[in-house]
């Protein structure tokens, strides 16, 4: 299975990278930004698209910060794949419950709702803590739907 990992944090992002290489003839593509994950999802075909919901516009670097941060970037990237006819299955991974937007707050329930619009390419989301292991049966539970 061919994964792309959109996933700003390095602690989260090697994480979920160790996990995913415990499937038999899994190969992962890692992104770290909003720009660098839609840019590859579109010029790419994945199995499985695993986003961060929070993430920065740009990739960070040792002189820049990563341009505006994007509190719902992927769920913005779900979108755009979907206007472009390159949706393909995909899973939320975050640390988060509730998200800022502007003045208001988002629950990950909220923003649930509106990714299940997009059809069965949506599989879920799944709250991440480095500290428990629950993340990897929901992760392991749609890799198996999958294969």
């Not at 994945?46 to 929070?54: A, E, G, K, P, Y």
Request: aromatic share 8%; net charge neutral.
């Amino acid at each position: 299975m061919k994964c792309l990992l959109i996933e700003d944090n390095p602690l989260k992002r090697e994480k979920i990278s160790e996990y995913l290489l415990s499937f038999r003839g899994t190969t992962i593509s890692e992104a770290s930004s909003y720009n660098s994950g839609s840019t590859r999802a579109l010029q790419e075909d994945f199995d499985l698209i695993i986003l961060d919901m929070s993430m920065p516009t740009f990739d960070r670097t040792g002189e820049t910060h990563g341009g505006r941060f994007r509190a719902l970037g992927g769920r913005d990237i779900a979108m755009k794949l979907a206007k472009h006819g390159r949706l393909r299955p995909f899973v939320v991974v975050t640390g988060y419950k509730n998200f800022s937007v502007n003045s208001e707050t988002l629950s990950i329930e909220q923003i649930n709702d509106s990714l299940i619009a997009l059809g069965d390419s949506y599989k879920g989301y799944i709250i991440f803590d480095s500290a428990e292991s629950d993340w990897k049966g929901k992760l392991s539970v749609i890799i198996k739907e999958m294969v």
